[in-house]
């Protein structure tokens, strides 16, 4: 059965910062590409950032380019989101999705965790 499981959400000040993980079981975890999508309400899901299965590709969204970072450790199965000069609008529901890049890319993982809510306050 595979489980992806999304920590490190909260409530932070704009110009904070948080770090948010996502640990995969029950997956030969090096064999995917992972994401980050949010999810505002009354919005669409969107990707964030991916990361190809070797951690060697990346691509960011341009509203989070340059205060965003995605790193994986194979070795723990975990993708990691670093958040920095978070806004209020980066206010959402943030969930991981496992596939193959081009399916990260489009949207489409065949694996998603639950989501972890992150809140920015002004």
């Known amino acids: 059965q595979v489980q992806l499981v999304e920590s490190g959400g909260g409530l932070v000040q704009a110009g904070g910062s948080l770090r948010l993980s996502c640990v995969a079981s029950?997956?030969?975890?090096?064999?995917?590409?992972m994401g980050w999508f949010r999810e505002a309400p009354g919005k669409e899901r969107e990707l964030v950032a991916a990361i190809s299965r070797s951690g060697g590709g990346t691509y960011f969204a341009d509203s989070v380019k340059g205060r965003f970072t995605i790193s994986r450790d194979n070795a723990k199965n975990t993708v990691y989101l670093q958040m920095n000069s978070l806004k209020p609008e980066d206010t959402a529901a943030y969930y991981c999705?496992?596939?193959?890049?081009?399916?990260?890319?489009?949207?489409?993982?065949?694996?998603w965790g639950q989501g972890t809510q992150v809140t920015v306050s002004s």
């Open positions: 999705g496992a596939d193959s890049f081009y399916n990260v890319y489009s949207g489409l993982c065949n694996y």
């Open positions: 029950g997956l030969a975890f090096g064999s995917y590409a």
